[in-house]
């Protein structure tokens, strides 16, 4: 029995392989550290007495110990990025609401994204936005207080704006994962300030598209552009606003798979990043808003009424909510890759050197305790030498002694005898 969180999907969810990473991670530098700690007491101890252990050695460990340091801080900053592109009021502000469970960005007319929002968790009991480069935090308990803030100044349409809000109140933001919002993609010729700013480190992308049109050039060129720098982006593709084609329900299926197709034939063909097979847990024909009102009446406790939607109400929840499943797993696993890979080369390099290290040190000790033992075998010997001669001196003496008694005797009974 898994139990509802707030804010979002039952749990186990599948971003729990990126929790689960982030635990053992900090779990394997945490050992590693106390390692690190142990050695460099060891060596220390050691130098001050027989084996000579270099002064750099113990310099050179201790500086792992600031490399660990700065690895672990990495990996608890280290979260999972989604990035919406799409052209302007697609929906990706309610996309991004729908996800969260809540309305969080300010979407619809005259609330046009004109900047990237990015909205990561915060543990603060309110959320709280910062535009680039500065420190003053805006209070942003509304929309509209945000949308306010966001008004404020001049900002270009490639700024950022960073939108804490409390990872309580969201289950996405608590598992650490990062959403990004983007001005509609029709709005700038150039699109390469935005790749290098936003989507070298994301780790999936969410094409929201309007189903009640096909996708244009302007979004499916960007992704081409995402694919020259990046090797084989995640992109999911929305469908949205789909209830929209329950007005016309003879075009539907139609409609449906005339956008499938197309949008399969752009992933697999035009892009190039993923196979047929795997293309289909890619495409999704969702309505965002539906989502998010559903959302608010559950929070509110009120009855959800599904005939009070338009038909294929459920199919599309069904829907968004496979999308929200097979997102959460592309998303964990490319974060863990991506982000774990690294750290794990580097702890394996720093454990690597670390064995090197001691194992000199052992070797060493080892050789120090071999000239000791031969030094000490070599004195026991050249006792033993003179004991050995000191015995077999008196060996001879006593037979001499023999000899010369019985001697002295046969001559005492020989004179008897004369
Ligand atoms: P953005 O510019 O891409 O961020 O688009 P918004 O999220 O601001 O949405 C633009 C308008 O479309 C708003 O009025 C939304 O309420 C509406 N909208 C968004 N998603 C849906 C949907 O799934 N169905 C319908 N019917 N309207 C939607």
Not at 56 to 81: C, F, L, N, P, W
Not at 171 to 196: Q, Y
Not at 262 to 267: H, P, Q, T, V
Not at 344 to 349: H, V
Request: aromatic content about 8%; proline content about 3%; overall charge negative.
């Amino acid at each position: 029995g898994s139990t509802p969180t707030k804010g979002g999907p039952v749990s186990p969810s599948p971003l729990r392989i990126f929790s689960q990473a982030k635990k053992k991670m900090n779990e394997i530098f945490i050992e590693l550290d106390a390692q690190v700690k142990e050695s460099t007491a060891f060596l220390k101890r050691i130098s001050q007495g027989v084996v000579p252990v270099n002064l750099e050695t113990v310099d050179h460990v201790e500086k792992q110990y600031s490399k660990i340091k700065g690895i672990t801080e990495m990996v608890a900053r280290d979260h999972m990025k989604v990035v919406f592109f799409g052209r302007t009021s697609n929906g990706k502000s309610t996309v991004i609401n729908a996800m969260l469970r809540d309305k969080i960005l300010p979407s619809g007319i005259g609330h046009t994204t004109s900047c990237f929002i990015q909205v990561e968790g915060t543990d603060e009991p309110e959320g709280y936005a910062q535009t680039e480069g500065s420190d003053e935090k805006f209070g942003v308990s509304s929309v509209a207080n945000l949308s306010h803030a966001l008004n404020q100044g001049h900002l270009g349409e490639e700024s950022l704006v960073r939108l804490h809000w409390p990872k309580n109140k969201c289950f996405l933001l608590r598992e650490d994962v990062v959403l990004v919002d983007s001005p509609g993609i029709d709005v700038t010729p150039d699109t390469d300030i935005w790749i290098d700013k936003y989507c070298l480190d994301a780790d999936v992308f969410v094409l929201v598209a309007n189903s009640e049109s096909t996708l244009m050039q302007a979004e499916k060129n960007f992704f081409h552009k995402v694919s020259t720098r990046l090797s084989k982006p995640n992109v999911f593709i929305l469908n949205n606003r789909w209830d929209a084609s329950a007005n016309e329900p003879e075009f539907m299926d139609e409609v449906r798979r005339q956008h499938l197709d197309r949008n399969l034939e752009f992933l697999t063909k035009e892009l190039g990043v993923i196979s047929n097979q795997q293309a289909l847990e890619r495409v999704y024909f969702v309505s965002a808003k539906e989502v998010l009102m559903t959302a608010q009446k559950k929070q509110q406790n009120a009855i959800v009424n599904p005939g009070a939607f338009p038909d294929g109400y459920l199919m599309r929840m069904q829907d968004f909510d496979t999308f929200e499943r097979k997102f959460q797993e592309c998303l964990s696993k490319s974060a863990v890759r991506t982000k774990f890979e690294h750290h794990t080369q580097q702890g394996r390099k720093i454990a690597h050197e670390m064995r090197n290290l001691l194992e000199e040190v052992y070797e060493q000790s080892n050789l120090t305790r071999a000239l000791q033992e031969e030094d000490r075998l070599r004195q026991e010997s050249l006792f033993h030498l003179k004991t050995t001669h000191f015995e077999s001196m008196s060996v001879d003496f006593k037979e001499k002694i023999d000899a010369l008694s019985r001697k002295a005797g046969q001559e005492i009974i020989a004179g008897f005898k004369e």
